[in-house]
């Protein structure tokens, strides 16, 4: 059904307005109250405990985000309440531990952490801060990734590598010297002019992320516990207690900052000139720093890194800006904790812990059914997710998660929410395997895969499984068919399965709820009467205490075309929202279930007469469906027979049909075997497609679609060009003026191939905005790149005319 429940918020959330959000936390005085006292504890307790597992033992128990979510919570509450700000407070040490498995080594100089800010606005703020601090009109920064590892320092006497140290709580870190040394882009020896007696370069050790997958599998393969990601992998292979251990994993290293300096012949002026000197040794530093000086150029550099995050040698979860002249820095001083001439920009997360509470199933539109996750509500990249698909019962097994498990999830191709693993460890012995079931959870009809061997179990009722009519009417409005503003999940479900939350509402009249209904009447059951029955028998009571059931304004999408506002007059559906004022009064509870029109406004009634001052009338969306079911009406042939729904057949193999055939009455009657032969269908296909149109429900949905003026026949288009004949192009990113399907369409029309993914076979990549993996994965294979914006002459006059 629903693949994700997301709703994009300021990243900044709850956390950044503790103080203001919640009331009852300030008092007239400023002095912080009982509850914010009690939250300040709450909070160091929670952080505390969250950098035991985090520095300790390499094992995270709570989400980058989520951590610094509560992070900041506690910072604006100690800001707001400076009183609760002691010595001990988190926000005053810089996180971190020593273990007594490795010697202790004190740094001679802190190793400080650096202050995160959530938004460029945040970032431009620290700059202006800086700038007015230091008196400037100007004042360049070095730009450089926020390289996702373990900071070390290491110490060099006279060009020799000493001792290397974990950074530890900053004051007092682990001697790691013995597996420092096993780490090949580590000099045993510092080369080049100008090495001073003493220095200590400081960086992060870092598993290189196209071994870490290889490696996380091979780890899984034998049998061993599996790093959550490439920072537990650098973590935990840095701090082995024997070296040679460490020396089997690819670790490396990037140098950001020099500690101790002593006995040089001159010292650098600027931040950049470190890295200079750093590198003229021997040692890596990052090829991605550079020098920046305004909001725009700071801006350009998070967004370039942001795109080219997944795609660098080692992870990144931000953004670093320095003050570049050193007296500068020297001037703006440190905190106890962090630098006031750095900060961090951070990314938003890409890997989240969540609960899995559940896992349910959910029909498609061709009836196959797939199990999902049901999670606690969790912030990634940007929007809260509470569902990802697990897409079928091996999946399921596949990645070992069980019901009630803590898991690791994260937005694949930055979109779609993945459950990744569960976190084993925290398991406490509740957690149960999921079942999957052997009957469609929307129809009851007895699952089965389409063909022996298939992985996927379907429900065979296309015609009546409300589920499937559901899914296949949001699909015909979805971009990918006829694109129909307004006609959603949401509103399908309206259509189709208006009373889908129906038990519920019964459950909560049993429960003792009031229910409130779409003509003001307020719904509530006898508790005497309620103490009398039995379980069944209250829920019968309750169930016809509520107005009869609706019948759905549409059960089947062959009508679809002849809705109309008097056909979606009574639409209902049940909501759980916050009760009229009045009610909340009357009822004694601010919210409930509610009954709600949803394609008519709720009208006003008179209170005298009981009738209506202002009348239920057709919303604004309702009206835009109409008309945009008008204007899809004579969309191209290939988008109706993607809005048909027929197996397999996505806009690929649409269009490829709609090039070759005049009419849908041409395609129906064309023998399967001919269909086979069409470039492009293949006999999987071809079967899917003859199999639909045996069905009497689907050739009544062509006759009523035809009848309604949809389009059947092939438009009259002039003959193209085939400007692109032979060729193979993918379109990665987006083209101006065309969306996806067009952008493909428009290349098939011209001759040539339009694919999703790139290979020795693809002649050309087209990149926009947003392109990913794919240009890259090109510019690798030697293909040739053009950028969109020559899309239209590519169309107009072939490869010559982009200069390939
Ligand atoms: S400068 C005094 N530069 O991020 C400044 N740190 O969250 C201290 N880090 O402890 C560090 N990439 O381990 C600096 N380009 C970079 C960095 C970087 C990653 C780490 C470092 C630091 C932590 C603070």
């Known amino acids: 059904m629903i693949e994700s429940t997301m709703e994009t918020l300021s990243r900044r959330g709850k956390s950044g307005d503790f103080a203001k959000k919640t009331p009852e936390t300030t008092s007239a005085a400023g002095m912080p109250t009982e509850r914010a006292r009690e939250r300040w504890s709450e909070l160091v307790q929670i952080i505390e405990q969250a950098r035991g597992s985090y520095y300790q033992e390499d094992s995270p128990t709570l989400a980058d985000a989520e951590y ?35 010697s202790k080594v004190t740094h001679e100089i802190p190793m400080l952490s650096l202050d995160d800010v959530f938004s460029v606005e945040e970032a431009h703020a620290w700059i202006d ?39 530890g709580n900053g004051s007092v870190g682990e001697d790691v010297t013995a597996n420092v040394l096993t780490i090949k882009n580590v000099p045993e020896r510092l080369s080049g002019a100008n ?53 089997k994993r690819p670790l490396a290293m ?39 000086q305004s909001h725009d150029e700071v801006d350009a550099f998070i967004r370039e890194y942001g795109d080219k995050r997944t795609h660098l040698d080692y992870g990144i979860d931000g953004v670093v800006l320095k003050v570049d002249s050193r007296e500068s820095q020297q001037a703006l001083g440190t905190t106890s904790r962090a630098p006031r001439w750095a900060t961090a920009y951070k990314y938003p997360p890409q890997e989240v812990h969540t609960r899995l509470l ?98 996927d179990l379907r429900c065979p009722n296309f015609e009546k499984c409300p589920a499937q009519l559901t899914e296949r009417i949001a699909y015909i409005g979805s971009r990918k068919a006829l694109d129909i503003e307004g006609l959603g999940e949401e509103a399908s479900l309206a259509l189709t399965q208006p009373e889908l939350d129906r038990e519920e509402v019964a459950a909560a009249l049993v429960s003792g709820e009031a229910v409130l209904l779409a003509d003001g009447t307020v719904l509530r059951l006898d508790t005497t009467l309620v103490e009398k029955l039995g379980h069944a028998d209250e829920i019968t009571a309750a169930e016809n205490l509520l107005p009869s059931p609706q019948q759905p304004a549409l059960d089947t999408a062959a009508d679809l075309f002849d809705l109309n506002a008097d056909s979606v007059r009574n639409v209902c559906v049940w909501r759980r929202r916050a009760f009229p004022a009045g009610v909340a009064k009357k009822v004694g509870a601010s919210e409930g279930w509610q009954q709600v029109r949803y394609f008519y406004t709720a009208g006003v009634r008179d209170v005298t007469s009981g009738g209506w001052k202002t009348e239920p009338r057709p919303t604004k969306t309702f009206e835009k469906i109409i008309s945009e079911l008008e204007r899809a009406k004579d969309e191209p042939l290939w988008r109706v027979l993607v809005a048909f729904s027929i197996r397999h057949v996505g806009p690929q193999a649409a269009q490829a049909l709609a090039n070759e055939f005049n009419s849908i009455a041409e395609i129906a009657n064309t023998p399967l075997a001919t269909l086979a032969q069409v470039e492009g269908i293949g006999p ?84 926009g905005p947003g392109a990913g993996s794919k240009a890259s994965k090109a510019e690798e294979l030697g293909i040739p790149v053009i950028d969109s914006s020559l899309f239209d002459a590519l169309l107009e006059g072939g490869l010559e005319a982009v200069d390939v």
């Open 129 to 167: 801060r800086c700038m007015n601090a230091l008196g400037v009109q100007t004042m360049p920064m070095t730009a450089e990734v926020k390289v996702d590892g373990l900071a070390v320092s290491i110490l060099y006497v006279n060009g020799k590598l000493q001792r290397a140290a974990t950074r």
């Open 254 to 292: 990037v140098c950001h900052g020099i500690g101790v300096f002593e006995g040089a012949p001159r010292t650098p002026k600027f931040q950049h000139e470190w890295y200079e000197l750093i590198a003229s040794w021997g040692l890596p530093t990052s090829s991605y720093t550079r020098v920046v």
């Open 358 to 455: 559940d896992i349910r199933t959910q029909v498609g539109r061709t009836g196959r059914v797939t199990p999902f996750g049901v999670m606690e509500k969790v912030l990634v990249d940007g929007s809260y997710v509470s569902r990802a698909t697990l897409h079928n019962a091996s999946d399921v097994k596949r990645k070992g998660v069980l019901i009630g498990d803590l898991i690791v999830l994260r937005k694949a191709g930055d979109i779609i929410p993945e459950i990744v693993a569960p976190v084993a460890d925290a398991r406490d012995g509740t957690e149960r395997e999921f079942v999957m079931p052997s009957n469609c959870p929307s129809c009851g009809a007895t699952l089965a895969p389409a063909k022996e061997g298939d992985i």
């Open 684 to 767: 999987e296909i071809a079967s899917a497609i003859s199999d639909w149109f045996t069905l009497d429900a689907h050739q009544d949905l062509v006759k009523k679609w035809g009848a309604a003026g949809v389009r059947m026949e092939a438009e009259q288009t002039e003959e193209l060009a085939q400007t692109l004949a032979g060729l193979t192009i993918v379109v990665s990113g987006t083209v101006p003026n065309y969306d996806r399907e067009a952008a493909k369409a428009a290349i098939t029309a011209r001759g040539a191939k339009a694919t999703s993914s790139v290979s020795k076979k693809t002649s050309l990549v087209v990149a």
């Open 195 to 247: 090495v001073p007696r003493r220095v200590e370069v400081r960086g992060e050790i870092f598993f290189p992320t196209k071994d870490f997958e290889e490696y996380n599998s091979a780890r899984a393969e034998a049998g061993r516990k599996q790093f959550v990601n490439a920072r537990n992998a650098a973590a935990g292979s840095l701090r082995q207690k024997d070296a040679t251990e460490t020396a």
């Open 68 to 102: 610094d979510a509560l992070y900041r919570e506690l910072e604006d509450l100690e800001q707001h309440f400076p009183s609760l700000q002691t010595q001990d407070s988190p926000t005053q040490s810089v996180g971190g531990f020593a273990s007594d498995a490795f």
